[in-house]
């Protein structure tokens, strides 16, 4: 398995079109993955660079309209994105762990609207856990499921915020 270039979790949204594009063409060149970080897959991503699609608790990407995961357009996508390797499920919110994010209404462009599957021009709120699945059973669950539907690993990313949850994985 090649490197990762996590760009340090940070998406489109948090870094600019160019810096995302810059990013994985340089994947490409170096032959390592670039990771999406959270706010979903872009046409930025698409340069040459294989990737690790982050899936955080908004679902940025692969959402229903109320905000849910949506199976089948994460399906969909991971089908028209040859270049996704493996799926990374982030637990948590990094420095913010139990808190959620927040990409203020400033900053909520028609583009990453569109990216994310959410209004513009609206705070766009990242929930503090997700909704898909409540514990480590039904996390195992959901990523079995994941791996089953697309055939590709599946990884789990958290900043540790609540042990108990670790604990229960590791048992």
């Known amino acids: 398995m090649p490197s990762v270039v996590n760009s340090a979790s940070m998406n489109y949204g948090?870094?600019?079109a160019r810096a995302v594009e810059t990013l994985n063409t340089a994947a490409a060149i170096a032959?390592?993955?670039q990771g999406t970080g959270e706010g979903g897959l872009t046409p930025y991503h698409c340069h040459g660079g294989e990737l690790v699609w982050q899936i955080g608790t908004g679902y940025f990407g692969c959402r229903a309209d109320q905000g849910r995961f949506d199976v089948e357009r994460f399906c969909d996508v991971v089908a028209g994105n040859t270049q996704i390797k493996t799926i990374e499920l982030k637990l948590s919110q990094g420095a913010k762990p139990g808190l959620g994010g927040l990409l203020p209404a400033a900053k909520m462009t028609p583009e990453i609207a569109a990216v994310r599957g959410i209004?513009?021009?609206v705070d766009c709120r990242s929930?503090?856990?997700h909704s898909a699945f409540t514990d480590a059973d039904s996390l195992l669950d959901?990523?079995?499921l994941l791996a089953q539907r697309i055939g590709l690993p599946i990884g789990i990313?958290?900043?540790v915020g609540e042990l108990e949850?670790?604990?229960d994985l590791a048992r």
């Open 14 to 16: 948090s870094l600019g």
């Open 31 to 33: 032959d390592c993955w």
């Open 119 to 121: 209004a513009a021009a």
């Open 127 to 129: 929930p503090s856990r």
């Open 142 to 144: 959901f990523a079995a």
């Open 157 to 159: 990313k958290s900043a």
């Open 165 to 167: 949850l670790f604990e």
